[in-house]
């Protein structure tokens, strides 16, 4: 079923960049990992590096899986808004054309969660 508006929605977006001091938004899901149902939100500077992200971003945020400590990081798949995407770990968030609220997710080869059901 269609859904109409009344009226057009006319509003200021409260998550535009320049609220946001310099930082931005990153969206980072892992993929076939669905104890995390939905991409975690960093608020990161756009010269932050990759390699920090997977350093000491991530395990923060995806740390307390069992499959977090077995990820050979020289095999993970990158998606930037779900195409192949191969991050230059020494480049920074943006020089990786990652901005405002972009979206990344990796996938984990040979793990698909607790004893393989995806979770």
Known sequence: ????????YRFES?????????????FVG????LMF?????FLL???FPFQALIEDVLPGAYGYHPDFAEIDWAKVEWLRSGQPFQPQLDKSL????????AVI???TPGLTGIGGTCS
């Open 30 to 33: 892992w993929e076939d990992h």
């Open 105 to 107: 997710r990796f996938r």
């Open 45 to 47: 500077p756009p010269d």
């Open 1 to 8: 079923m269609a859904v109409a508006a009344i009226k057009e």
């Open 14 to 26: 409260a998550d535009r960049l320049e609220n946001f001091h310099g930082n931005q938004l990153l």
């Open 37 to 41: 149902c939905a991409p975690f939100a």
């Open 94 to 101: 943006a020089d990786n054309g990652l901005g405002h609220k």
